[in-house]
């Protein structure tokens, strides 16, 4: 007689179906950790000091995914999508300038994941509304929402913990690190056009630009407008730090979610917690720990050193980069933050650009190359490998070495 399963399980086994490679790895990230607490391995003070750190972190991850998701789903990113196209006229130089810009305001703004997860497919779904080569879109994301993470707190989850080692609010550090970031994004810009949008690249002289589309709900289109930006008039008004950007980042995505509970109350969906990056993130935050009192901490000591000079800074900056396409840039920065010197706070954020800028050239280099190159797979959009590192190679380095110079003439 065959065995009937319950209802739970089968919910259990179905939901444990639906999970990709990518969550598995999360959710074994965040298992190693426990292993690492529960055996002794992690001191349990140590773990809870490392937790509570980023608590605050996680409460604006939660909440600023939320709210990008959601502007996503009242169409905000497709118009404005479509307006650019539109407002490109056919021309490729003003359609770059013009994605340049939004992917770059994008990450600046509303955190690079959010580039990474939301942007990607508005790209793909307009490339193909207006019979356009899919790569350069796709590759424009990728590099700026790596390259242009550098000027705000806001903009990468490792902005946030540099910005509280070295006692920097928001105005203070973006005027720390303007210039390094329009540096990066000059040779991203260059770099983009001269790999994938010149005409050789492209394969066409011009492109027809789509159709406009009606907007689907104007109030929700206009709620979730607004509450972008309320979030971005907190960071300006002078919101720093993380438990402040976790709380506006809560206030706005709660406007989101109040517009859609009484106009699309369908849109409020469990899939909206971004429970993966959750995962992974407390995962690293209790294997980094780990891994540092058995020999990483030592390892990143003897890589990044102890110079505070410019010397010094290159090599921070290059140990991160380096070490990011190893690992991943999380706990490349998590790992070269204990070995910095408290003192050495301008080789802190040379580390910081090298852990942001660098983790171009392997597909695991940052969790926001991690999810792109999932959405490149659900539509079907070939990224030559050989092509995609070598190019990331000369990003990486270029870029790197562009930022700690920037950073370094504007002390």
């Not at 796709?138 to 590099?143: K, N, Q, S």
Request: proline share 5%; aromatic share 8%.
């Amino acid at each position: 007689m065959a065995r009937v399963q319950s209802p739970r399980s089968e919910t259990l086994r179905r939901a444990a179906g639906s999970l990709g490679i990518l969550d598995w790895i999360r959710i074994g990230v965040l298992a190693v950790g426990v292993v690492f607490v529960a055996t002794g391995l992690l001191p349990p003070a140590t773990a809870r000091a490392s937790v509570e750190r980023i608590a605050p972190l996680l409460l604006f991850l939660f909440s600023v995914i939320i709210l990008a998701e959601l502007t996503k789903e009242a169409g905000v990113f497709d118009a404005i999508a479509q307006r650019m196209a539109r407002a490109g006229r056919g021309n490729y130089a003003a359609l770059f300038l013009l994605c340049v810009a939004f992917a770059s305001l994008t990450t600046i703004f509303l955190n690079l994941d959010t580039t990474a997860v939301l942007l990607t497919p508005v790209m793909l779904a307009l490339a193909a509304r207006a019979r356009i080569a899919t790569l350069p879109l796709a590759m424009t994301t990728v590099w700026l929402a790596n390259t242009a993470s550098l000027l705000l707190p806001v903009s990468n989850l490792t902005n946030l913990l540099a910005a509280d080692r070295v006692a920097l609010q928001t105005r203070a550090f973006a005027a720390r690190m303007w210039a390094p970031q329009l540096a990066v994004l000059a040779v991203t810009m260059v770099l983009l056009w001269w790999f994938y949008w010149r005409r050789r690249m492209r394969g066409e002289d011009a492109y027809e630009p789509p159709a406009p589309a009606p907007i689907g709900d104007r109030v929700l289109f206009s709620a979730a407008g607004a509450a972008c930006l309320l979030f971005i008039g907190a960071i300006l008004g002078g919101v720093h730090t993380g438990i402040q950007l976790g709380i506006a980042a809560t206030v706005a995505a709660a406007v989101a979610v109040a517009a859609f509970a009484l106009r699309d109350r369908s849109a409020l969906r469990p899939s909206l917690i971004p429970w993966q990056l959750m995962v992974f993130v407390t995962g690293l935050f209790l294997v980094v720990p780990a891994l540092e009192r058995f020999g990483l901490d030592d390892v990143m000591r003897g890589l990044v050193g102890e110079d505070g000079g410019l010397a010094g800074a290159f090599r921070a900056a290059f140990a991160g980069a380096g070490l990011s396409n190893v690992l991943n840039n999380l706990p490349a920065y998590v790992a070269g933050e204990s070995a910095v010197p408290p003192a050495n706070k301008d080789q802190l954020l040379s580390l910081l650009t090298g852990t942001n800028v660098g983790p171009v050239i392997t597909p695991w280099g940052s969790l926001a190359t991690l999810l792109w190159f999932e959405w490149c797979r659900r539509w079907d959009v070939r990224v030559p490998i050989r092509k995609f590192v070598l190019a990331g190679t000369v990003l990486a380095v270029t870029g790197c070495a562009a930022s700690v110079g920037a950073l370094w003439l504007t002390r």
